[in-house]
């Protein structure tokens, strides 16, 4: 079965586009992550959807940036008005769910690296 | 001050060698670790996973948790080349956010 996929690979814009970054996960995983990784600064959390619920958006940095998740599959992370501090990996995970049994294993796709000129 | 403190290394031992990895973490509230290794420009991978305090064993692989000093700790024995990755360390409190360390390179020698 496919894993966690995310477009584009690679992504480099000038400062003050916006970007879109896609993340399609395993397909029945309820539970899905946004994280973004610079370097030095390890897994940095952005985002969770877990069902139909509301996302937790506490780690998002600022207003410009946003995430949705359709019809509990596929995310796409936006983020307007780039600048250059948003360089960075962003990386998506799924998970099938976390149990009372404890925790699920949350499978990671390759990541996009953005690069902000 | 950091949620999690993790020494970025890098590194490098012989094959063979036991390697020890570590992080400490200031939140005593989290009760899930876990290790995952990361190959370059790949997304990282579930290692091992613990829950509260103990140790937890998985081939060549130890997972150790001291909640009382808050301090978590991987062993590999008879490290191999295909070790060679970046570990990073994660923590948890109830399953919806996670807290990663920043990762130590390590690299094995033939």
């Known amino acids: 079965g496919a894993g966690v996929s995310q477009s584009p690979s690679n992504k480099v814009t000038e400062k003050g586009k916006d970007v879109e970054l896609r993340c399609d996960p395993i397909?029945?995983?309820?539970?899905l992550y946004w994280y973004r990784q610079s370097l030095g600064q390890g897994l940095e959390f952005l985002i969770y959807f877990q069902g139909n619920s509301a996302p937790d958006k506490s780690g998002l940095p600022s207003d410009r940036f946003s995430a949705e998740r359709t019809g509990g599959s596929v995310s796409t992370l936006t983020i307007q008005r780039t600048q250059q501090e948003d360089s960075a990996v962003y990386l998506c995970?799924?998970?099938?769910?976390?149990?009372?049994?404890?925790?699920?294993?949350?499978?990671f796709g390759p990541g996009t690296r953005l690069t902000v000129l | 001050q950091k949620e999690v403190e993790q020494d970025p290394g890098p590194l490098s031992v012989p094959e063979g060698a036991i390697v020890s990895l570590n992080c400490t973490y200031s939140n005593s509230a989290f009760q899930y670790f876990m290790w995952y290794r990361q190959y370059s420009r790949k997304g990282p991978e579930l290692l091992m996973y613990?829950?509260?305090?103990g140790n937890k064993e998985d081939g060549r692989f130890t997972a150790q948790v001291d909640k009382s000093s808050k301090y978590i700790s991987l062993f590999i024995r008879d490290s191999q080349p295909s070790d060679s990755a970046t570990y990073l360390c994660?923590?948890?409190?109830?399953?919806?956010?996670?807290?990663f360390g920043t990762g130590t390179s390590l690299t094995v020698i033939p």
């Open positions: 397909s029945g995983h309820t539970a």
């Open positions: 994660a923590m948890s409190l109830t399953g919806n956010q996670f807290y």
């Open positions: 995970a799924s998970s099938l769910r976390w149990g009372l049994t404890g925790a699920d294993t949350q499978y």
């Open positions: 613990t829950y509260s305090s």
